[in-house]
């Protein structure tokens, strides 16, 4: 389906992830993908549901499966940008797809968009990033947001996820004066080999001084893109570890925040159980590895 972004000019593509039957309106989630867009590296050409990438296609299925309406937004097919970019592009990428100025505007155009659905509680709705996606929810969830990005009707995000996001965020938030709107979690790999733990943990820290809902979770030895479902990031024994916590730490937040409960079976992501109690991670305040 199509719906307009916040932009003003660009009519955005989307991909819509239904739950099963349910009583009254739903909670949803809104869907940014990274750096490398929504489809498959193996696309060819053809850029539409059937070619999602199994990292999109497994979180859709898996917020539905938990009683959301979830939707996946193309911000770079209609800019013209439809097969992504590769590793190390950040500056390189065209200012039409900034992640704090421009993308915001896209989520907040997916935003309004759902709540015209009378299947869908506008009260409820939260926002997933990935990567530059993840900077993108970042920079959304702002409360001093870049000039000209604003909520629609002053109304943003009930709560945030962050997944490995570029922290920098074009130096918007740099002194420390990040201060998120609704609470937001982020989860990255100590190993990451696109962005920085380290940056984001001074982000995070900087926002809790002031008051800001708002943790950070890492994970020894997990990399960059560590929830993608293929074989080759699973078999990462780091990886699949830091998916199998960060996926059951992110259905216990949004339960909490958006209230949907749904299926426990989890389609795409099989792997994936409640999160553990064993120490895989350093969770909220930033601080040395365990």
Known sequence: MTFPSQDGKTTLVGYLFLPGAHAGR????????????????????????????????AWGELWASQGYVALLVDGFGPRGYPAGFGPH?????PAELNEVTVR??????????????????AARIGLHGWSNGGGATLATMAATPAPGVAPPDGKGFTAALAFYPNCGLKAQFEGGNYKPTAPVRVYMGLADEEVSP?????????SRAQGGDITITLYPGATHGFDDPSRKRQRVMANAAATED????????????????????RPGLTRLVRPSDAACCVEGDPVAPR
Do not use: I, K, W
């Open 89 to 93: 592009t950040y500056d390189s990428r």
């Open 26 to 57: 739903a909670g949803a989630v809104v869907m940014m993908h990274g750096r490398s867009g929504p489809y498959s590296s193996r696309a060819n050409g053809v850029y539409d549901a059937t070619t999602l990438s199994r990292r999109h296609q």
């Open 104 to 121: 915001p505007l896209d989520a907040y155009g997916a935003l309004a968009f759902l709540r015209t659905r009378t299947d869908v509680d």
């Open 198 to 206: 380290q940056r984001c943990q001074a982000l995070v820290e900087g």
């Open 246 to 265: 960060a996926v059951g730490r992110a259905l216990q937040f949004f339960q909490a925040r958006l209230g949907a409960s749904g299926s426990e079976e």
